[in-house]
């Protein structure tokens, strides 16, 4: 009674885990689709655009007035007050000044950039240059997580294949090993045979193990990319990725990638550095206006008191020592200039690395179709000799492996192409566009 109960609340358990998971279909586009959007990293890489663009903009308010307005209550304490204006005094030296005891000072002080070597205006070109660089990089970026969905759905998928394989070969193999006991107890077989048969059942059992672990850990990976709850089990909706596949297999893409398009802006941006630091070579000039209001209690009131005017500044130690400034701005430009013509020639190895590899792909997929084609037909005929007493144990064992790993090739083969596909589609920089997944 006791075990039955054990029984029934183990099944309890078990249903209610199985219930709270959550499969969950997903084609390639809208995993990528959701991964561009809700992922860290593409939070992260949106935060930075954000961070850019008020970068440029507080760069920007550089160019409007500087508007500044203070004010003073002051209470003095028997203040010593000497008035030059003041000639009359007593005969003993003592004034008739008024008592002081309080000051009251007002200002409004405004100050307009008018030049300043053009420092400004190339701040301010440098920063839109970086702001366009940081959307292209979130651009690329995204592509980047794109690529990672692809390599995880097609593990996935090449996982989810394994672990069916494995289970109907250990299906056969369990069934072999029956076979085999019934003929050595019927003095048909020897027992090392026997022993080949179960340690072929036991390494097709680990083998089917790792895939099903290899499964865990990439659903899961998945599921954090993508935030979904822990207990979610994606399932790959395989038709709908060859179709997406199928449907752009014709088109020709080109274009510049985004990662090379936000190196060659901050080159751009880097020219603008470099006149940003020799306009430290030049006066700053600006128009300066402001209000004063004064009121020394008993003693003086000064109101309406406008002035406005022109500064100029200039520090004369940027005559030594900006030429180093200078000198630095160049280098980063050089060094921006350098590392754009290696991107530029990485683009294109990958470029053309990656279309090398999507056409081997289709290359080993023919092949790897034709090869289980004949080591099915090779099992056959082991299996027919055997029964015949024709072939040997090792003969049959070591077709039923190749036979598997034939299979095994041939299915793995068809997620390569799909995943060779898309990494094309990466090194053109155009991944998402293939997936008609838009960007802003």
């Not at 980047?144 to 996982?159: A, D, H, M, P």
């Not at 672990?213 to 399932?235: A, G």
């Not at 144990?393 to 192409?417: M, P, R, Y």
């Amino acid at each position: 009674m006791k075990n039955n109960l054990r029984i029934v609340l183990i099944l309890f358990l078990y249903a209610n885990i199985i219930a709270a998971q959550e499969h969950k279909l997903l084609s390639l586009k809208e995993a990528i689709s959701i991964a561009v959007t809700n992922s860290n990293e593409a939070l992260l890489s949106n935060t930075k655009v954000s961070t850019a663009k008020l970068e440029m903009e507080t760069m920007k308010n550089n160019q409007y007035p500087n508007i500044k307005a203070s004010g003073q209550w002051l209470q003095l304490t028997q203040a010593d007050v000497n008035s030059k204006l003041n000639s009359s005094s007593s005969s003993s030296g003592s004034s008739s000044f008024p008592e002081v005891e309080q000051l009251i000072l007002g200002q409004i002080s405004a100050n307009m950039p008018v030049f300043n070597g053009f420092k400004l205006k190339n701040s301010i070109a440098a920063s839109e240059k970086l702001y366009e660089a940081a959307k292209f990089n979130n651009k690329h970026s995204n592509e980047q997580i794109g690529l990672r969905i692809v390599e995880l759905f097609s593990n996935l998928y090449k996982s989810q294949q394994l672990q069916q394989l494995l289970e109907d070969n250990l299906k056969s193999a369990q069934q072999r090993v029956k076979d085999f006991q019934a003929m050595e107890d019927n003095g048909l077989l020897a027992h090392n045979d026997l022993l080949k048969a179960q340690l072929q059942e036991s390494n097709t059992q680990l083998a089917l193990e790792t895939a099903k672990k290899n499964i865990t850990v990439i659903n899961y990976e998945l599921t954090t990319i993508l935030k979904f709850p822990e207990n979610t089990i994606i399932d790959i909706d395989i038709e709908n990725v060859k179709k997406e596949m199928s449907a752009n297999q014709n088109l020709a893409f080109s274009g510049n990638r985004n990662d090379l398009a936000a190196l060659q802006l901050q080159q751009e941006a880097s020219e603008k550095a470099i006149k940003v630091a020799q306009a430290n070579y030049y006066p700053s000039v600006s128009l300066i206006g402001g209000y004063i209001a004064f009121n020394l209690k008993n003693v003086l009131e000064v109101s309406n008191a406008m002035n406005i005017g022109v500064g100029l500044s200039y520090d004369l130690s940027n005559i030594f020592k900006n030429k180093k400034e200078v000198k630095l701005a160049e280098s980063k430009y050089q060094e921006i200039k350098q590392s754009t013509t290696i991107l530029n020639d990485r683009i294109n190895e990958e470029n053309h690395e990656a279309e090398e590899n999507y056409k081997l792909s289709l290359k080993q997929s023919l092949v790897y179709d034709k090869a289980v084609e004949q080591a099915s037909e090779n099992y056959r005929i082991l299996k027919d000799k055997f029964d015949n007493g024709l072939a040997t144990t090792n003969d049959l064992l070591e077709g039923d492996v190749e036979e598997l790993k034939a299979k095994i090739n041939q299915a793995l083969s068809k997620a390569d192409i799909a995943q060779k596909y898309y990494e094309l589609q990466y090194a053109s920089g155009k991944l998402l566009s293939s997936l008609n997944i838009v960007q802003n």
